[in-house]
């Protein structure tokens, strides 16, 4: 199998007031997704509001390449919780520096999506946006998580608190 | 903004009996996926078992760019279904191409990973993988998707039928 690099293009930016990184409090934010109006017509959107929530795949582009984490190391670098590979946490500094988000959408005007809670700043490049599709969700079984998840996720969505 | 590409690497690759492109039927299959020894070691996986699902970002490589579509067009070339845009839809020839799978996990074994009915077949380039959080999911909202995409996925996860 080829090790070889694939080139990855924006399809637009997020547009948002946090312009800088924080752990916490997306709750009640709202952000908006202009995609590249040189590749792209309204017509890419077109029914994308019969879907509730979408997808939102991103570069973490802020994130220096030097500080990617490899092995394991602690959520936060919290000791109170357990040192869990890279892939086994959600951590920004991650090979390819690649964002998943699931927001709800709010509406779409020509070339600009508005979501709420996209937990990525502004000028992010987005590279995808997926319709969310129950069917392609856990099916079948509950889903479990590691109690040091649900803790640091605790105000992850909260309202800012200044 | 900068519209620059990325150079995004493969972290590792599926390994599934599934060799060729098929649109559905995956339920009951099992894949495998072996991480980059060159590059990782057990160490980045670990703890993940303690989550019961993991999303797995991969690349459609076996597509052609020449058919990436841009625009609107009907869900598997079915007239059946609304003209949707390709942000609206899931096909596989798309922007970047780019592919998202949400998957049970069954084992972690060394850099290999055990998944059920991921919807990727053998060889495809995995790009990222991050364990699947309740919280990243919808909050506070129902989940609504157009009836197309419920029958689309009538038989996606049905057990395969020869």
Redesign the interface.
């Known amino acids: 199998?080829s090790?070889?690099?694939?080139?990855?293009?924006?399809?637009g930016?997020v547009r948002a007031s946090r312009g800088t990184t924080t752990d916490d409090f997306w709750g009640g934010t709202v952000a908006r997704i202009e995609l590249?109006a040189?590749?792209?017509?309204?017509?890419?959107?077109?029914?994308?509001t019969?879907?509730?929530?979408?997808?939102i795949?991103y570069?973490f582009?802020r994130v220096d390449p030097s500080t990617i984490v490899?092995?394991?190391e602690h959520p936060r670098e919290n000791p109170a919780w357990?040192?869990?590979?890279?892939?086994?946490?959600?951590k920004k500094s991650?090979?390819?520096r690649?964002g998943?988000?699931?927001c709800?959408l709010d509406s779409v005007d020509g070339l600009t999506l508005t979501v709420a809670?996209l937990d990525a700043i502004d000028?992010t490049?987005v590279?995808?946006?997926?319709?969310?599709?129950?069917?392609?969700?856990?099916?079948r079984?509950?889903?479990?998580?590691?109690a040091w998840?649900?803790e640091l996720?605790r105000d992850?969505?909260s309202p800012y608190q200044k």
């Open positions: 199998m090790t070889e690099e694939f080139a990855i293009r924006p399809i930016w590249d040189a590749a792209f017509d309204p017509s890419s959107l077109a029914g994308l019969d879907f509730s929530h979408v997808q795949l570069l582009d490899m092995r394991a357990p040192r869990v590979g890279i892939f086994a946490q959600r991650r090979p390819n690649l998943l988000s699931t709800r809670e000028g490049p590279i995808d946006i997926k319709p969310y599709v129950l069917e392609f969700e856990p099916r079984e509950e889903v479990r998580q590691p998840m649900s996720m992850y969505f």
